[in-house]
């Protein structure tokens, strides 16, 4: 008997439990999490792809950001006024949303900066082998080719 695969199950409600039990129990590290997170959550909501690749990549950029900030919080005692205080400092909140923007940036450069490496690279081959071809042709005493073979496919 052939075993039928279960479908894949959401695990949402098992995020907004964790999100809502760390509210309850540490509401000042809550606090300070959003504000620094703020741009991060932002993009992962607004990210309508499957993967949410540029959600969870600016996420990740806050948070390297942000582990310093909630780390002092925990030393402070982490006390709602010192979490207001620590969010208050604009140099800290704008450092991480500048690291988050930068993630951000470089999320969506880096296709394009790849593509425009790939296509040099391609260019640079062509080249080369053309000028191979000029070569061969002088060697063999070849008349040299002017059909479609000499121009390269448009790109997709």
């Known amino acids: 008997m052939a075993s039928v695969a279960k479908p894949a199950r959401s695990l949402v409600w098992v995020q907004g439990l964790i999100c809502g039990g760390l ?6 590290t809550a606090t300070l999490g959003a504000i620094l997170l703020a ?12 993967s949410r690749a540029v959600g969870r990549a600016v996420c990740l950029f806050g948070a390297v950001m942000a582990s310093h900030s909630l780390l002092a919080l925990w030393h ?3 006390s709602m006024a010192a979490s207001l205080g620590m969010a208050g400092d604009m140099r800290r909140v704008a450092s991480a949303w500048a690291i988050q923007a930068a993630g951000w940036l470089l999320v969506e450069l880096a296709p394009v900066l790849t593509r425009l490496v790939l296509d040099a690279k391609a260019q640079a081959r062509i080249a080369t082998l053309r000028r191979q ?16 073979a000499d121009h390269p496919m448009a790109p997709p």
Do not use: F
């Not at 071809?133 to 479609?148: K, M």
């Open 23 to 28: 509210v309850a129990w540490l509401p000042a």
């Open 39 to 50: 741009p991060g959550l932002i993009a992962y909501i607004a990210d309508r792809s499957p």
């Open 76 to 78: 402070a005692g982490n």
């Open 133 to 148: 071809r000029v070569v061969l042709e002088d060697e063999w005493n070849l008349a040299p080719r002017t059909d479609e």
